[in-house]
């Protein structure tokens, strides 16, 4: 079931195919086996790749010793630190505003010191797959290991072994308004805990792979599974070649969710082109993929609130402390995204947030879907249950009392522009989970329910933007070219489906340019839950452009006002009076014969600011937020541990929907991605060491424990993005794992303060409860 | 190389042959002869993204060694249907949206046609059972379940399982 109340809060708009439940253009090739993945695009001649990965977290490289490898017939080349010194690779995203990038650059080889478990040591390329292995094999290296430092508070004590920088602290945030000593004086209650959040690891069913040749202009081309293109600047770097001579050119990408945010085999494959002259593949295998990219942030947030009897936060004071692993890349920015969200979608205005991230010879952490707000809502909302529970209110009449509400402003002081929907999408979430299911002698029921803020849109003092171009051929198809990549969303579906909404064609004739850094308009990222919100509203503006050049011309050749002419269906017409009609494609044909230009280059901003202010957090940190709810009703056996989730209801304000079933697909999605990470999904390390680096060892849901999820689409017609939409792909995921953890701890009586909340915790807590 | 042995493979209908040593998977000679619809993501038997259909019943082809299969009929997701003459199954997977990246597709759908050749009317738990060992991380499973569930229906009225 579905409940939408766009026609109770706003006047229906009236859309051809927006909000619909269209079949996204990309759907008949996968379904059919027909679209080609970056894996899937081969050369004659090409060389075959393999990365040779440290196997101690923390050392020293004392030897390697290559030259057996090199000597191997069919390999071509074997590249250590010693062939390329000084080479290292960005790992920032740089945005727009020329700002001094993060100080996050990484060795591509490691020279001495290696930091984490799996840092690369050199690569190889050889005429087979089967060559290349063999290397590795003969590759030998020795590495002294030195003291290494696993646990983020340890590494914050003096003396401890330094991973980076002169204290192994990455990024310090803090956020400050009202008077925080006064609101705690104010409170009846003052409610006291820590939560801990796990590593997650993003399972893309796509392990990272591209293949890299070069052009026939001496350009370094790069055909990846990426979700930023933009990274073709950091590479070509790296390679030291002009920033024209280096080519990122995506597919359709084979799942994201951050893990394909940063650079992953690109350098390699640049570097290997470079220096063989032949176009090389590189493909991780499933254990390389979950030792190469950055994982979720374990954080440990302390969290501390004062309440009255009558239900109202008088104050918050948050401690974060997030593991940051061995390299810096994202943690800043994912540092951020978890302090300004540290309240939730509550008022608090007495509020102190103080958020570090702390180098660890741990695998390097970085974006995740969610960025940092996932584990603050981990963290606020199970505070928010506890919270009600020490004045004996009911959790949502507490929440009720203080939610954020239009107008409000958040943390930062920043108002959001858009509708805040939280109430009404908690209420109709708690509804829809109907009659309780009783308990039966061990098997106890318990519901829970949390609220969200996930902001949409990158961090504005990025000075984000994105472009697309819009044209309309001779016989009525319409082109959209924009760099924005395809990471399973159906990104380019839906700027397909704005081009025909605006310009009035069918789905069908409207295809999509994509991805490629050289030929298609930068659109920036697909990531920060942007892609719609930002390129989105870049196709509808040239689209638009497009349109209204047409239409002067339409009304000359119909007799009416420009105003007065209709564009559907592939058809153009008299609004008032659709016999006077003609088919798009001849208005086309006597556009081209005068000169009329059809088509145009878009470019959308995002809002630009400053930073926020570096000791009050004050200022604008994002361009808006999108607000959900997501209710659970779970069954646990006090005898096992285990945990059956019986019904899941996500409701969601998303602005407007371009595409129904998109937008049900991210929340399902998202869903899964958050009963993984409350319940089954750990990344176990010993000594820096993953012995988790398969999908039998990582347990994400398979379809035996999903259940099914119910969602509610909420439209306020109120954001950012193209027809008033927000974003979906984070907020998504932001309010599951919370909302598991307090169905959990409402089935039997205590909580289990970290994630993921295995079995085994359960009946840890459970024991201690009994005492 | 010298140990490279011709086998043949009798691939969606049509005999091929591939020049493999006897250690080389099902799913490196099946992507080397071009069946790239045949995807990889674990080479360990724990995604399925590498599933085909071996005499009508679904393996994985990481698992298969390529000479093992010499002489069975395999088939691949495009062996199921062409963009013309669509499989109920990949009708559905593409309208009810039970593809986001789509990389967990070509295995789901063959999961799935071996389960409903076998079971033409799947309970919920012979469904989620038979695609147990398919793990997507974009769809929560609630498209694809529907998707296989509106297939099955279309293939028990038309009474031609394909
Ligand atoms: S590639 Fe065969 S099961 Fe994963
Ligand atoms: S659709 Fe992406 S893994 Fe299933």
């Known amino acids: ?771 | 190389m010298s140990s490279d042995k011709a086998v043949t493979l009798r691939i969606n209908g049509h005999d091929e042959t591939a020049t493999v040593p006897s250690h080389r998977t099902l799913l490196e000679a099946l992507r080397g002869l071009g069946h790239v619809d045949v995807k990889c993501g674990c080479e360990k038997g724990d995604c399925g993204a590498c599933a085909v259909l071996i005499d009508g019943e679904a393996v994985d082809s990481c698992l298969t060694l390529a000479h093992s299969a010499a002489g069975r009929e395999i088939t691949t997701l495009q062996g199921l249907g062409t963009p013309e003459n669509l499989h109920p199954l990949q009708l559905s997977f593409s309208e009810l949206g039970a593809a986001q990246c789509g990389y967990c597709t070509p295995g789901m759908i063959i999961a799935s046609e071996s389960l409903l050749r076998k079971n033409p009317s799947p309970s919920e738990d012979e469904l989620r059972h038979a695609l147990s060992g398919n793990p997507c991380r974009c769809t929560g499973y609630v498209k694809i379940f529907e998707a296989v569930n509106a297939a099955a229906e279309v293939m028990r009225n038309s009474g031609d399982p394909k």
Request: proline share 6%.
């Open chain 1, 1 to 771: 079931m579905t409940v939408s109340d766009v026609n109770e809060t706003q006047p229906n708009l009236r859309f051809s195919q927006i909000g619909k439940p269209l079949t996204r253009t990309d759907s008949p090739g996968k379904a059919t086996g027909r679209t080609p993945y970056a894996g899937d695009y081969v050369m004659p001649g090409m060389l075959h790749a393999k990365v040779v990965r440290a196997d101690i977290a923390s050392a020293r490289l004392k030897r390697l010793d290559v030259s057996k490898a090199r000597a191997l017939p069919g390999v071509v080349c074997v590249l250590t630190a010693q062939d390329m010194p000084d080479r290292t690779i960005a790992t920032d995203i740089p945005g727009q505003t020329g700002r001094a990038k993060l100080k996050t650059d990484q060795q591509i080889l490691v020279k001495e010191r290696v930091r984490y478990f799996g840092e690369p040591l050199a690569l190889i390329a050889a005429e087979t797959p089967d060559i290349a292995e063999q290397a590795r094999r003969l590759i030998e290296f020795e590495l002294e290991p030195i003291p290494g430092v696993y646990d983020p508070e340890e590494a914050m004590k003096p003396g401890a072994p330094i991973v980076q920088g002169t204290d192994n602290i990455v990024a310090t945030h803090k956020i400050r308004k009202g008077d925080l000593e006064a609101g705690f004086a104010a409170a009846d209650v003052i409610i006291e805990n820590t939560y801990i959040t796990p590593f997650q690891e993003h399972a893309f069913l796509e392990p990272e792979v591209g293949l890299a040749w070069i052009d026939e202009n001496e350009v370094i081309t790069i055909r990846v599974c990426t979700q930023v293109i933009e990274h073709f600047r950091a590479v070509a770097d790296a390679v030291g070649v002009p920033h024209n001579k280096l080519r990122v050119m995506g597919a359709m990408v084979g799942g994201g969710f951050g893990g394909k945010e940063d650079v992953t085999v690109e350098t390699y494959l640049a570097i290997l082109a470079q220096k063989t002259r032949k176009p090389v593949r590189l493909e991780f295998t499933r254990e390389d993929s979950f030792l190469g990219h950055g994982k979720r942030h374990p954080i440990k947030l302390k969290y501390r609130t004062g309440v009255t009897r009558d239900g109202k936060i008088t104050a918050l004071d948050v401690q974060v402390l997030a593991d940051a692993g061995a390299y810096v890349y994202l943690s800043p920015y994912v540092l951020l995204y978890c302090a300004v969200n540290a309240p939730g979608p509550y008022r608090v205005d007495n509020l102190n947030v103080f958020a570090q991230a702390v180098a660890t010879n741990n695998m390097f952490s970085s974006a995740f879907r969610g960025f940092g707000g996932i584990q603050a809502a981990a963290a606020y909302e199970q505070q928010m249950d506890e919270a009600a529970n020490a004045i004996g209110m009911d959790r949502i009449e507490f929440r009720r009392r203080n939610y954020l509400k239009t107008g409000d402003p958040i943390s930062t002081g920043f108002v959001p522009p858009s509708a805040i929907w939280t109430e009404k999408c908690v209420d109709l979430a708690w509804q829809a989970l109907g009659e309780p299911t009783p308990s039966k002698g061990p098997i106890k029921i318990g519901r829970g329910i949390a609220a969200s803020q996930q902001s949409y849109g990158r961090l504005t003092f990025l000075h984000d933007t994105s472009e697309a171009w819009v044209g309309i051929e001779m016989d009525g198809t319409v082109t959209v070219r924009s760099g924005v990549t395809d990471i399973g969303a159906g990104q380019a579906s839906s700027l397909a489906q704005i081009a025909a909404e605006i310009i009035g064609v069918t789905l069908p004739n409207v295809n999509v340019y994509n991805s490629d850094s050289q030929v298609t308009p930068l659109a920036g990222t697909s990531t920060a839950s942007r892609a719609l919100y930002m390129t989105g509203n870049a196709a509808r503006l040239a689209a638009q452009a497009v349109r209204d050049r047409l239409a002067v011309v339409a009304a000359e050749l119909l007799k009416a006002e420009p105003a007065q002419i209709s564009m559907e269906f592939n058809q153009v017409f008299v609004t008032d009076d659709p016999s006077r009609a003609m088919d798009i494609a001849d208005l086309v044909k006597v556009c081209a014969s005068r000169g009329v230009h059809r088509s145009e280059l878009a470019i959308f901003r995002a809002p630009f600011t400053d930073v926020l202010d570096p000791e009050t957090g004050q200022g604008q940190a994002h361009p808006d937020y999108a607000y959900g709810a997501q209710a659970i009703e779970v069954a646990v056996d006090i005898e096992t541990g285990e945990v059956t989730v019986l019904k899941c209801i996500a409701a969601h304000d998303v602005g407007q929907c371009i595409n129904r079933a998109a937008v049900d697909g991210q929340i399902h999605g998202g869903t899964q991605n958050g009963l993984g990470y409350a319940l089954s999904e750990e990344m176990l390390y010993k000594e820096g060491r993953l012995i988790t680096p398969s999908f039998s060892e990582y347990l994400m849901p398979t379809a035996m424990d999903m259940p099914h999820v119910e969602t509610i689409i909420l439209e306020s017609r109120s954001g950012l993005g193209p027809f008033g939409a927000k974003g979906i792909g984070e907020p998504a995921m932001t309010p599951v794992a919370p909302a598991v953890a307090n169905a959990i701890a409402d089935a039997i009586g205590v909580r289990v303060f970290e994630m993921p909340i295995t079995p085994e915790r359960i009946w840890r807590a459970l024991e201690a409860a009994r005492g």
